[in-house]
Nanobody
């Protein structure tokens, strides 16, 4: 099994900053892309940012310039630094990882893994 554990959410005033982290653990051979998604009440889950194992990043347009994603491959951990937060950033933020795992027979396969989510609330 693979577990993704997020931390760092909370309540912050508009204009403030928060850093989220997500650590993957368990039966992991390697991790390809890692990312953050968010889901606000009544809305669909949307991509916030993603990062490949080589460090290439991708951001949703509304997050560019305010959010920064990074990862520590040795720790199987991904981070999301969020600056200049706005009330509309309020959502549950989910960590996602494309995890490569090995079967008992030795074959490799990919598994899409999700964290439990962490609440971010930005007050106006």
């Amino acid at each position: 099994q693979v577990q993704l554990v997020e931390s760092g959410g909370g309540l912050v005033q508009a204009g403030g900053s928060l850093e989220l982290s997500c650590a993957a653990s368990g039966s992991i051979f390697s991790i390809n892309a890692m990312g953050w998604y968010r889901q606000a009440p009544g809305k669909q889950r949307e991509l916030v940012a993603s990062i490949t194992s080589g460090g290439n990043t991708n951001y949703a347009d509304s997050m560019k310039g305010r959010f920064s994603i990074s990862r520590d491959n040795a720790k199987n951990t991904v981070y999301l630094q969020m600056n200049s937060l706005k009330p509309e950033d309020t959502a549950v933020y989910y960590c996602n990882a494309d995890v490569r795992r090995r079967t008992p027979g030795g074959s490799l396969y990919s598994e899409d893994c999700w964290g439990q989510g962490t609440q971010v609330t930005v007050s106006s």
